[in-house]
Nanobody, 124 residues
Framework: QVQLVESGGGLVQAGGSLRLSCAAS????????MGWFRQAPGKEREFVAA????????YYADSVKGRFTISRDNAKNMVYLQMNSLKPEDTAVYYC?????????????????WGQGTQVTVSS
């Protein structure tokens, strides 16, 4: 069982930066691939970024590639999403998710555990 708690969301102007954090409980955190997803108002939840258990493998949605960076610290049971050059279209609730697998996936239905989400609002 893994519990996930996101933090770091807020209101930022376009072009600004935010760093989201996801704190995970459980001793086997390092065995989980981790992902960030987001859901904008009136839209379906979509993939943002994912990272393998070792941190060496990462995937990004095309819409955030080059602007967002996912990372993890297994010693602290933490996952991060550094978001730079934010755009109004990045406005959404951002969710952290955990998938007990060595194969990193971008498919949300593969993820076993989810946090409650943190709101990110980018003003123009």
């Amino acid at each position: 069982q893994v519990q996930l708690v996101e933090s770091g969301g807020g209101l930022v102007q376009a072009g600004g930066s935010l760093r989201l954090s996801c704190a995970a409980s459980g001793r086997t955190f390092s065995r989980y691939a981790m992902g960030w997803f987001r859901q904008a108002p009136g839209k379906e939840r979509e993939f943002v970024a994912a990272i393998g258990w070792s941190g060496k493998i990462t995937y990004y949605a095309d819409s955030v590639k080059g602007r967002f960076t996912i990372s993890r610290d297994n010693a602290k049971n933490m996952v991060y999403l550094q978001m730079n050059s934010l755009k109004p279209e990045d406005t959404a609730v951002y969710y952290c998710a955990a998938d007990y697998t060595v194969v990193v996936t971008t498919t949300q239905y593969e993820y076993d555990y989810w946090g409650q989400g943190t709101q990110v609002t980018v003003s123009s």
